[in-house]
C-alpha cells in the first residue's frame, strides 16, 4: 500500500519492455520519491526484461512466454527478486496487496483479463491498453465503477480529453475532438496505398512507438479504437466524438462544451508526459522535458480524414454504432491483419478488407458476457487467419521476402 509518510506509489508496470513500458521506467527513475516499482512484465522481451529487473529490484517479475522462464530465473537468481511466467500469473500479481497504481501497457487484447483482475483487486488503472476498453468497455468501466477505481488514461488524446475535464464535473460535455497525425500516408490515394511497405508504413512523422500502433496509426486503426476508447473512458455517444487530422501534433485533443467553449491540451509530442500525469496524477510532477514554443510552431493546420481511403476509421464507427462485440471482432481482426502486414503477408489495403469480412461473418452478440468476449476474440482470429492464407502476395513483397 502507499506510504502515508513518503507519498511513494507503488506500482506495477505490465508490458514493460514495450515502447510505453520502457518510457514509464524513465518516469519512475526521474521520480524515485514519488514512485517504486514493484512488479514488471514482458510477453516474450526476456532480456530486456532481465536488464529491467536489474536496474530497478523489483519484487516481482513476469515472463508471459513460459518457454523463457528458465533463462529468467536463472538471470535473476543472485537477487531478491520472485520470478514468475504465463498470463495467469500475471493476472494473480496485479492484485498484490503492496501494489497501489497499475500500468496496463501490454499489446493488444492480451490485456484484458489482467487489467479485470487489478480492478478486481481496487488497484487503479493508468491505462496504455486501449484495446481493453474497445474490447469490453462497458464490462470494465461498471467494475471500476462497482470497486471504486480510477482509470487514468495514458493515450495522449485521452489524456488532452481528460485534463481538459478536470474542474468541469458539473459542466455537460456537447462532442470531444480527438486529433489525428494523419501518420505517415496523410493525403495519399488508394493507388499509392496499395504498394505501400512494411518500412514505409513504421516511418511515423512525430511519435516513436511500437510496431503494431505505428501500423495502427497509419490506417487510422489507432484513431478508431481511440473514439471507441473514449466513448467508454467520458461516457459518450458516436454523435459526440469527431476526428480532425492535425499533422503537427500539438493539440493533443479538444472538448466542446455546451456553450461552445473549446478547452485543448497543447504540448510537443512525447509520451512521458501522459504517462508521467497518469502516474502522478492529481500532482503535475516537474520534470526538464523539452518545453513547446509557438515561435517554432507559427502555422497549426488542421484537416478532415478521408473515410474513403482509410476505410478503418469509417468500419470502427460503424462497429461502435452496432455495439455489442462488434468493437472485439474489429479489434481481433484488426490485430491479426496487422501481424500478417508486418510478416509481409499481405499488402496494407487488405488489412481494411479483412476486418470487414470479419464484421460481416463473425456471430454477432448484443450483450455479450467476458466468456463470449474471449470466444469471439479466439473466434474472429482463426477466421481472419484463415482469410490471410490464400491471400497472394505482390511481387514487391516477394521480393522483400
Known amino acids: 500500500m502507499q506510504n502515508a509518510t513518503t507519498n511513494i506509489k507503488n506500482i506495477a508496470i505490465l508490458g514493460s519492455t514495450g515502447s510505453i513500458g520502457t518510457q514509464a521506467l524513465e518516469v519512475a527513475a526521474e521520480n524515485t520519491n514519488l514512485f517504486k516499482v514493484v512488479l514488471l512484465t514482458a510477453n516474450t ?28 530465473k536463472q538471470a535473476l537468481a543472485p537477487f531478491d527478486i520472485q520470478v514468475h511466467a504465463g498470463h495467469k500469473a500475471v493476472s494473480q500479481l496485479v492484485t498484490l ?9 501490454m499489446v493488444g487484447f492480451a490485456g484484458l483479463e489482467s487489467t479485470i ?5 481496487g488497484k487503479h488503472i493508468a491505462l496504455a491498453n486501449k484495446e481493453t476498453l474497445v474490447v469490453a468497455g462497458e464490462l470494465v468501466m461498471a467494475l471500476a465503477k462497482k470497486h ?3 482509470i487514468l488514461p495514458v493515450d495522449s488524446e485521452h489524456s488532452a480529453i481528460f485534463q481538459c475535464l478536470v474542474g468541469e464535473e458539473n459542466n455537460s460535455i456537447e462532442k470531444i475532438i480527438l486529433t489525428a497525425s494523419g501518420g505517415p500516408f496523410r493525403g495519399k490515394d488508394a493507388e499509392f496505398l496499395a504498394n505501400v ?7 511515423h512523422p512525430n511519435w516513436v512507438m511500437g ?13 478508431g479504437l481511440e473514439v471507441i476508447e473514449a466513448k467508454w473512458l467520458f461516457g459518450l455517444t458516436a454523435e459526440q466524438i469527431d476526428v480532425i487530422v492535425h499533422p503537427q501534433s500539438i493539440i493533443h485533443s479538444m472538448v466542446q462544451f455546451t456553450d461552445g467553449s473549446v478547452k485543448a491540451q497543447m504540448g510537443l509530442p512525447d509520451m512521458k508526459l501522459p504517462i508521467q500525469y497518469a502516474l502522478g496524477y492529481p500532482q503535475r510532477i516537474a520534470n526538464t522535458y523539452k518545453r513547446f514554443s509557438f515561435t517554432d510552431y507559427p502555422s497549426l493546420t488542421f484537416e478532415q480524414p478521408d473515410l474513403d481511403t482509410f476505410r478503418n476509421l469509417a468500419l470502427v464507427f460503424n462497429a461502435l454504432e452496432k455495439g455489442g462485440n462488434m468493437p472485439c471482432i474489429v479489434n481481433a481482426a484488426n490485430e491479426v491483419a496487422v501481424a500478417a502486414f508486418l510478416d509481409r503477408q499481405i499488402g496494407f489495403l487488405a488489412m481494411s478488407d479483412i476486418i470487414e469480412r470479419c464484421m460481416e461473418q463473425i456471430n454477432f452478440i448484443a450483450q455479450p458476457a467476458l466468456t463470449d468476449y474471449l470466444n469471439t476474440d479466439k473466434q474472429t482470429r482463426i477466421f481472419a487467419q484463415n482469410l490471410i492464407a490464400p491471400l497472394p502476395l505482390k511481387a514487391e513483397q516477394l521480393d522483400n521476402k
Open 45 to 72: 522481451s526476456a532480456d530486456l526484461l532481465i536488464q529491467q529487473a536489474i536496474a530497478f529490484k523489483p519484487a516481482h517479475v513476469a515472463i508471459c512466454d513460459e518457454s523463457k522462464y528458465d533463462t529468467v
Open 197 to 203: 511497405t512494411r518500412e514505409d508504413a513504421l516511418k
Open 97 to 105: 496487496a503492496e501494489i497501489d497504481t497499475v500500468l496496463t501497457a
Open 148 to 150: 471504486s477505481v480510477s
Open 117 to 121: 483482475a487489478a480492478i478486481q483487486a
Open 211 to 223: 510496431a503494431k500502433i505505428t501500423i495502427d496509426s497509419a490506417s487510422l486503426m489507432n484513431k
